[in-house]
């Protein structure tokens, strides 16, 4: 670093001018590489309309339009219903999420024309000098030119362990970060030349991949359609081989058992309720980068909090300065001094120059060091000169600089952690301690002597004041973290400070476990061994950048769904690793490029509504994924009864339409956004065919053996319609009990849910314009009274199933 005032501003490059920057753009050389937080709106339309079942369900519809009439065609126009709706839902919160993106969008600082500006990633064109500070990241490759202690992290790149220490003329490549001092690149490549275009493309991408739910739902789907194909075939082949009626009539009946085994709106409601979710979470001012994380954090069992940013607001209060003599007694003879003490002389006011000093050559401070500058503004270290810098570090947990004082003595200072700069057994080590018991935070003013650039510049250092922060408590973290403990969520604390002070402020917030903090360099390395003392401790102090991201592997090696919160690009590593990351909205570039979700309004007590919209999700698509398979097992099943009897199906399609609208289409759609929370299970696929498996299977045998009777009972004209009216109504009263099972616990409007298809169903029964529109008349009293008790049979039955798989449930936990 070249020599000058600490207070001053060392000379620098001026960057680009603005003649040169509009030549560029218009030649092209900008990063036009487009960042989305959402999927165009063409692929939008495309993945709710082009899908395989949309292509059936439409064959099906065109071949019903050929035969007629429009009443058994019904089934399309609530296709396409569907689709709008799902394309209404995702455009909604592709407005939503792109809102919030430019918010919580990076704006990089280049020079131009000597100026510092901030401007969008996409605006950098080639050449541009491009600042870099903590915790940003390389958004274009380029070329060092300027570094001051400029360290980089290019393990998401590279693989690479440690920070790399560049210099000018030394290359970055888009996608590494800063994790300490700072400096200036010039751009060399930009747009799609980029090293890393598709990591910083796919960092903040809208995405429904890697959810259980909707794998789940994938491969729900692709068991139907092995199901299908056989079923249809023999289905189509019965239909024109048996019975008397003309080749229409077997084309509708046809048509008719094979639309129902197609659970055309399962996809569209997982799809809306994952879109009505990202609406309401920002509302909430949350940014969902990944869709599944919403999924995803309602699925966690551990919770990893960084302290700083999380529990405690970014900003501190220095409250005292308690110098040291100097040989590692106590206090010194100027005792506890406060803050505002120390111009007139003596060790109180030499340790305040001191810190002036420190703070007016950090370009760009850390909370800690901003709190300090405060304090002690640069100007009050008047003569002194900087010959050098060594940025903090979250690894070192320390920072320092080089000065010529007033009176031309050379000096070496270091600020940082107590217990790092000091051997262990120093008495200042106690008075430490005993802030740190009170949930303060302290740090070390201390003189080396050694120079700035020896590795070895912490050993043996005189200590000359103790720096004494107060941490600002978020006033909601208690409630959040009451929440988790209610819930059944483990909360680690996981800081890069000491732990005692770390457990003291944890301790204030009432979180259990806080009074036995772990001093994470007595970690053991062995992975296994590392999880046992995880799991049984919750708070843990000094961890390094490295061991968070150790810490949440470990915790994932015990099965455990691990969430990592933080702000600073200590925590960028670990964020990455852990099931789902969230970053603060204040956090570093590089900390919200690699969350799934960003906090924008900073607020910690956000991530309980998270985690109440993931379990409503996640519950209610469990609840009307058991409605549809519901009917896929009874359609399958009917098509193979009828195949193996040789009768005519039993419905027409306007019958399942009905009966589909009344008792899944309809109510699934309240349930998919209704108010759930029940806590997330694993195992989407077995939870939800552990009971739609037999409870199909009760409907189509029930349905059937109705059917069966009135054919045995009715013959002559009009026979068939009324063989297919009773089976109708069998199958509309289990299919409601089906509904009434799933709708449990009642609340007001899911019983007036049930009711209100009770009433749609009796008026099409009493209406008849409905009958004749619906083809459904019942014929004389006694084959409706015995279809209405095997239903009620059938009943009876539905609930013995789901006793047995409740307890089931209890019983796995």
């Known amino acids: 670093m070249a020599e000058g005032d600490v207070a001053g501003v060392a000379a620098r490059l001026p960057g680009l001018s603005s003649a040169e920057v509009a030549r560029r753009t218009a030649a092209g050389q900008v990063n036009d590489v487009p960042v989305r937080s959402s999927r165009p709106v063409t692929e939008i339309v495309r993945a709710n309309v082009l899908t395989r079942f949309n292509a059936i369900i439409g064959g099906l519809f065109l071949v019903i339009l050929v035969v007629g009439p429009v009443q058994d065609g019904l089934f399309g126009f609530v296709i396409v219903a569907n689709t709008a709706i799902g394309v209404f839902q995702e455009l909604r919160a592709k407005r939503t999420l792109d809102s919030l993106a430019v918010v919580g969008e990076a704006r990089p600082e280049v020079r131009r024309d000597g100026r510092t500006v901030g401007i969008p990633t996409s605006g950098i064109v080639l050449g541009d000098l491009v600042e870099l500070g903590p915790g940003d990241k390389v958004v274009v490759d380029g070329e060092v030119a300027e570094a001051d202690g400029l360290e980089v992290d290019e393990s998401l790149l590279t693989g690479e362990a440690d920070p790399v220490l560049k210099h000018p003329g030394d290359p970055v490549m888009s996608g590494s970060f800063v994790v300490a001092g700072g400096g200036a690149f010039t751009a060399t490549k930009v747009g799609r030349d980029a090293y890393a275009t598709q990591l910083a493309a796919e960092a903040s991408r809208f995405t429904l991949v890697d959810s259980e739910l909707r794998g789940g739902i994938s491969r729900i789907l692709k068991y139907i359609t092995w199901a299908m194909v056989p079923t249809a075939a023999g289905l189509v082949v019965s239909q024109f081989t048996v019975g008397s009626h003309d080749a229409r009539e ?9 639309v129902p085994m197609v659970p055309e709106g399962l996809v569209l409601l997982t799809s809306v309720a994952f879109a009505v979710g990202v609406v309401r979470l920002g509302r909430r001012q949350c940014l969902v980068q990944e869709l599944p994380a919403i999924e995803g954090l309602a699925r966690v ?17 220095v409250t005292e300065l308690r110098t040291l003599d100097g040989t590692g007694g106590g206090a010194g003879a100027d005792g506890s001094e406060g803050v505002n003490s120390g111009a007139d002389g003596g060790r109180a006011g030499y340790a305040a120059r ?63 952690a107590p217990d790092v700069l000091l051997p262990s057994g120093h008495p200042a080590l106690g008075e430490a301690d005993r802030l740190n018991d009170e949930g303060l935070r302290v740090l070390l003013l201390a003189r080396a002597g050694r120079a700035l650039d020896d590795p070895e510049v912490a050993r043996d250092v005189a200590p000359v004041a103790l720096v004494v922060l107060e941490q600002r408590l978020r006033q909601d973290a208690g409630d959040t973290l009451r929440y988790f403990a209610e819930q059944g969520v483990h909360v680690k604390v996981i ?37 046992g003392v995880l799991d049984e401790g919750t708070v843990f102090g000094r961890v390094t950048p490295r061991q968070k991201r150790d810490l949440v592997g470990a915790l994932q090696s015990r099965g455990h769904n691990v969430a990592m919160t933080g702000d600073g690009v200590n ?22 490029a690699v969350a799934q979700i960003v906090l924008l309004d900073n607020s910690f007590a956000t991530l309980p509504s998270v985690v109440a919209e993931g379990r409503r999700v996640i519950g209610n698509i469990t609840r009307v994924a058991t409605l549809f398979l519901t009917k896929t097992v009874y359609s399958v099943l009917l098509a193979v009864l009828v195949v193996c009897w040789q009768v005519p199906y039993p419905f027409l399609p306007r019958h399942l339409t009905l009966l589909s609208t009344l008792t899944i289409g309809v109510p ?40 069966l009777l009135a054919r045995h009972h009715y013959t002559g004209d009009g026979a068939l319609d009324a063989e297919t009216s009773a089976a ?36 099409v029964l009493a209406v008849p314009w409905l009958q004749d529109f619906f083809a459904l008349k019942l014929v004389g009293d006694e084959v409706p009274w015995a279809s209405a008790g095997i239903a009620a049979a059938g009943a009876v039955l539905l609930e013995l199933i789901w006793a047995r798989v409740r307890r089931r449930e209890r019983a796995e936990g």
Do not use: H
């Not at 077997?250 to 094979?258: D, E, K, S, W």
């Not at 069992?301 to 700083?308: E, G, R």
């Not at 209704?674 to 045998?701: K, L």
């Not at 109504?729 to 009770?758: H, N, Q």
């Open 354 to 416: 001191a810190l002036a000093a420190l703070g007016g050559c950090d370009p760009r401070p850390n909370a800690s060091m901003r709190a300090i500058v405060d304090a002690y503004p640069p100007a009050g270290a008047a003569g002194w000169r900087g010959r050098g810098v060594l940025p903090f570090s979250s690894a070192r947990k320390y920072s320092g600089a080089a000065f010529t004082e007033p009176d031309g003595t050379d000096s070496t200072w270091l600020l940082g």
């Open 668 to 707: 699934a759609f309240f349930l998919a956004l209704a108010p759930n929370t029940e806590r997330a299970r694993p195992d989407f696929v077995r939870r939800v065919m552990r009971y739609a498996a037999p409870a199909g299977t009760v409907c189509g045998v029930a349905s059937f053996a109705a059917y």
């Open 495 to 531: 800081s890069g400070d000491n732990a005692v002070s770390v457990g003291a402020v944890a301790a204030k917030l009432g979180l259990p476990g806080a009074q036995a903090p772990v001093d994470a360099r007595r970690l053991p390395a062995e992975r296994q061994a590392m999880a």
């Open 728 to 763: 109708t109504l069998t199958l509309f009263l289990l299919e409601l009990w089906v509904l009434a099972i799933i709708a449990r616990p009642y609340t007001w409007w899911r019983i007036l849910l049930v009711l209100g298809m009770v009433l749609g169903f009796a008026l």
């Open 571 to 592: 925590d960028v590593l670990a964020l990455k690793d852990a099931d789902i990351g969230v970053s603060m909205g204040s956090g570093s570039e590089a900390t919200r």
């Open 250 to 258: 077997a084309v509708r009946r046809t048509v008719g058992g094979i």
């Open 301 to 317: 069992d551990v919770v990893c909090l960084d302290k700083t940013g999380t529990l405690t607001e970014g900003g501190m209060d």
